[in-house]
């Protein structure tokens, strides 16, 4: 949220102080250094004795149960729109 904050308060929508376009260069490469830094403060966050406890339904739902809404989604959207 503070990012969108931030980036609302700087772009367009507030001070004007930047205007990135959506098909911008640099707004590739703020945004994956912006999930870079997100993702390695939860990693720093991270307590070592906590990953031995309540493994199995984050593994569930980031192994097969990514597949299965992948795949639900691709099939509802298939027969939404008419595909073969």
């Known amino acids: 949220m503070m990012f969108l904050g931030?980036?609302?308060l700087?772009?367009?929508?507030?001070?004007g102080a930047i205007d990135i376009g959506p098909h911008s260069p640099l707004l590739e490469v703020v945004?994956?250094?912006t999930l870079a830094l997100v993702?390695?403060?939860d990693a720093v966050k991270l307590q070592?004795?906590?990953l031995g406890k309540g493994w199995?339904?984050?593994a569930l739902v980031l192994g097969p149960g990514?597949?299965?809404?992948?795949?639900?989604?691709?099939?509802?959207l298939?027969?939404?729109?008419?595909?073969p």
């Open 78 to 83: 298939a027969l939404l729109l008419g595909f």
């Open 31 to 33: 945004a994956t250094l």
């Open 48 to 50: 070592i004795s906590e």
């Open 10 to 15: 700087l772009g367009r929508g507030g001070l």
């Open 6 to 8: 931030l980036g609302f």
């Open 66 to 76: 990514t597949g299965m809404i992948i795949g639900l989604g691709a099939v509802a």
């Open 56 to 58: 199995l339904v984050p």
């Open 39 to 41: 993702l390695f403060l």
